[in-house]
């Protein structure tokens, strides 16, 4: 590690600690991943999983995420730094990872994406059942009863759910 300050830091934290050399963190770390990659296609052999996919900018560089759900917990499959955000982008990295989970007997029935055009023309045209997602349908639901400038949507709701008689139990 070239940080003086963090090297120092670990040491103050545990006198013996010496940071290992940066070849051998990239070997320990790149063994960590394939072992985490090795379980997770064994945990999932033979079943049947959701993906969860989603895209952002950050630091303006383009980031494609894939999650694997399944009935066990959620997998982080894979973040992928991309050039850009269009659907032929996006459709290329899922069906390669649509592909890598056949070989290891993973069936992918659905995947879950927020509403955006370019994922609805990247997914909808696929063997693969896209759903949109519910939080982002619910973010804008909300976004949009606020975005009325005086509020009416706002108002009709407050004024149809004060009319709801309780219900005692």
């Not at 120092?8 to 290992?20: D, I, L, S, T």
């Not at 370019?118 to 997602?133: E, G, M, V």
Request: proline share 2%.
């Amino acid at each position: 590690l070239d940080n003086s300050y963090l090297r120092n830091a670990f040491k103050n934290a545990n006198y013996g600690f010496e940071f290992p050399l940066r070849d051998t963190l990239k070997k320990e770390m790149d063994e960590l991943a394939n072992k985490i990659q090795c379980d997770m296609y064994q945990k999932l052999r033979n079943q049947s999983v959701s993906i969860l996919f989603d895209s952002c900018t950050r630091w303006k560089r383009n980031f494609q995420g894939i999650i694997i759900f399944s009935q066990m917990r959620l997998f982080l499959y894979s973040i992928v730094e991309t050039a850009n955000s269009k659907a032929q982008t996006i459709k290329s990295i899922v069906d390669d990872a649509v592909t890598e989970l056949k070989g290891f007997n993973i069936s992918v029935i659905s995947i879950c994406t927020d509403n955006c055009n370019t994922n609805k023309s990247a997914f909808d045209h696929q063997h693969i059942y896209r759903q949109p997602c519910s939080a982002h349908t619910g973010n804008l639901a909300i976004k949009d009863m606020f975005d009325d400038g005086d509020y009416k949507i706002t108002d009709d709701m407050y004024v149809l759910l004060r009319n709801i008689p309780e219900v005692s139990i």
